[in-house]
């Protein structure tokens, strides 16, 4: 329970990175990092107060941030169905984090019924923004036909981009997925994989 705050603190805080100019550091009297700095101390009384006015103003680490806590009921009764709410609000802003976390809601009908095509939407939303996870949980989805159609060749793209930031996992799934295929079908999916350009998160 605590690592996955911990999950959703580092997530913010790496968002957050690339929101500002370099040299301006986000302001402590924001509610979102009033709410950050009050996960970080187990103080998730004031998590919540001040990750829900960071989310009723439509601030997306904010809605995020509420979506976990309800998740794993800190500071608030665990509820899967309000955690879906604020993850979706998040997401539909393009915050990377929350687009992950609701393809796994979907993905195993967490507060919402199961529905795999959509899993693989977001999922998909969250790869298009190199999260290395999301990549291969649909290299997984591509490879297993779950959501979408099977497709070795963009299960093997998906794999090899993970793999590429270092996730050992990704690798050993295109080596998996490669037993599968022609030597022209790598190729192609190496091409893919070589031209392939992330997605930029939108401004706060």
Same mark, same amino acid.
């Given at each position: 329970?605590?690592?996955?705050?911990?999950?959703?603190?580092?997530?913010?805080?790496?968002?957050?990175?690339?929101?500002?100019?370099?040299?301006?550091?986000?302001?402590?009297?924001?509610?979102?990092?009033?709410?950050?700095?009050?996960?970080?101390?187990?103080?998730?009384?004031?998590?919540?107060?001040?990750?829900?006015?960071?989310?009723?103003?439509?601030?997306?680490?904010?809605?995020?941030?509420?979506?976990?806590?309800?998740?794993?009921?800190?500071?608030?009764?665990?509820?899967?169905?309000?955690?879906?709410?604020?993850?979706?609000?998040?997401?539909?802003?393009?915050?990377?984090?929350?687009?992950?976390?609701?393809?796994?809601?979907?993905?195993?009908?967490?507060?919402?019924?199961?529905?795999?095509?959509? !899993? *693989?939407?977001?999922?998909?939303? &969250? =790869? @298009?923004?190199? $999260?290395?996870?999301?990549?291969?949980?649909? #290299?997984?989805?591509?490879?297993?036909?779950?959501?979408?159609?099977?497709?070795?060749?963009?299960?093997?793209?998906?794999?090899?981009?993970? !793999? *590429?930031?270092?996730?050992?996992? &990704? =690798? @050993?799934?295109? $080596?998996?997925?490669?037993?599968?295929?022609? #030597?022209?079908?790598?190729?192609?999916?190496?091409?893919?994989?070589?031209?392939?350009?992330?997605?930029?998160?939108?401004?706060?």
């Amino acid at each position: 329970m605590k690592l996955t705050l911990k999950h959703a603190l580092a997530s913010i805080i790496l968002v957050l990175s690339f929101s500002v100019p370099v040299a301006a550091a986000p302001p402590d009297d924001l509610p979102e990092m009033k709410a950050l700095d009050a996960v970080g101390r187990g103080g998730f009384a004031n998590a919540v107060k001040f990750s829900r006015i960071a989310a009723y103003q439509g601030n997306p680490n904010g809605e995020f941030l509420l979506g976990m806590l309800y998740q794993t009921g800190q500071g608030v009764p665990k509820s899967a169905v309000d955690a879906v709410k604020w993850y979706r609000l998040a997401a539909i802003q393009g915050f990377t984090p929350a687009q992950s976390s609701l393809g796994d809601m979907y993905d195993h009908g967490l507060g919402i019924p199961k529905d795999y095509p959509e !899993a *693989a939407k977001w999922r998909r939303m &969250a =790869a @298009d923004a190199g $999260d290395r996870g999301d990549e291969t949980k649909l #290299a997984l989805m591509y490879y297993d036909g779950h959501g979408v159609p099977k497709d070795y060749v963009r299960a093997h793209m998906w794999f090899s981009l993970a !793999a *590429a930031q270092g996730y050992q996992a &990704a =690798a @050993d799934g295109r $080596d998996i997925v490669a037993r599968h295929m022609t #030597a022209a079908q790598i190729a192609k999916a190496e091409k893919l994989a070589r031209e392939w350009k992330p997605t930029k998160q939108p401004p706060r």
